[in-house]
């Protein structure tokens, strides 16, 4: 079955250090994002990515970076300079060029500050 | 500027009772808008979507959206609650302008009373 693939589901992640949340999809899907959820304020986009080796940023970039080397992973990674990285990351993709065509989202990764 | 308002952060109802939950939009180009439902610790599903032609549209589980253009809304509907209807529902909005680009309302908590 194709779908979106995130791990792992929680994480826990000691102050100072790097994380990287896992996402792979088998839609062949052109673009992909990502978004934070915080509890009472929806989703906010953080990268997306359009097409292999290019991305941009969404509206909560700062702490986090992403790579898009093949055309089914988008890893994100969280840094240290991500000073509440304490939340649940979801990954979506989307066929490019199809706006009326809605988004597959993966499980979650809730990452927890210890 | 585009956007999405979803009324009301939660919203209670009977089991049994009608549910409405509320989406405006904000765009100068014609959108193409979603619903989607989140369950505790998942990603978002779709339940709906309006793109072309009929503005009543039936989702899954009993759900329904009219599209009404003048008043620029898209409000999500099902006529008798049942309590696996309690999750979260986000709005969301595309444009063919900005094919990559999904905003999302700031979502609605359904809880339903037995």
């Known amino acids: 079955d194709g779908g979106i693939t995130q791990s792992p589901k929680y994480l826990f992640r000691k102050e100072g250090q790097n994380v990287t949340l896992s996402c792979e999809q088998n839609l062949n899907h052109d673009a992909m994002y990502w978004y934070r959820q915080d509890p009472g304020q929806g989703l906010r986009l953080i990268y997306y990515?359009?097409?292999?080796?290019?991305?941009q940023k969404g509206d909560i970039a700062e702490g986090y970076s992403v790579s898009r080397e093949k055309k089914e992973s988008f890893p994100l990674t969280v840094t240290s300079a991500q000073k509440n990285p304490t939340a649940f990351y979801l990954c979506?993709?989307?066929?490019?060029?199809?706006?009326?065509?809605?988004?597959?989202f993966g499980q979650g990764t809730r990452l927890t500050v210890v | 500027a585009q956007s999405v308002t979803q009324l009301g952060s939660h919203v209670s109802v009977s089991e049994g009772a009608l549910v409405l939950l509320r989406c405006n939009y904000s765009s100068s180009v014609p959108p193409y808008l979603f619903w989607y439902v989140q369950y505790p610790n998942q990603g978002l599903q779709l339940l709906l979507k309006?793109?072309?032609?009929?503005?009543l549209v039936k989702g899954i589980n009993g759900f329904e959206a009219e599209f009404k253009k003048s008043e620029t809304s898209f409000h999500l509907t099902k006529p008798s609650a049942h309590m696996s209807d309690a999750a979260e529902y986000f709005c969301a909005v595309t444009f063919y302008s900005s094919a990559s680009k999904i905003i999302f309302g700031s979502g609605t908590r359904l809880s339903i009373r037995p």
């Open positions: 990515s359009q097409i292999v080796n290019d991305f």
């Open positions: 979506a993709s989307t066929p490019t060029g199809s706006p009326n065509t809605e988004a597959f």
């Open positions: 309006y793109t072309t032609g009929a503005t």
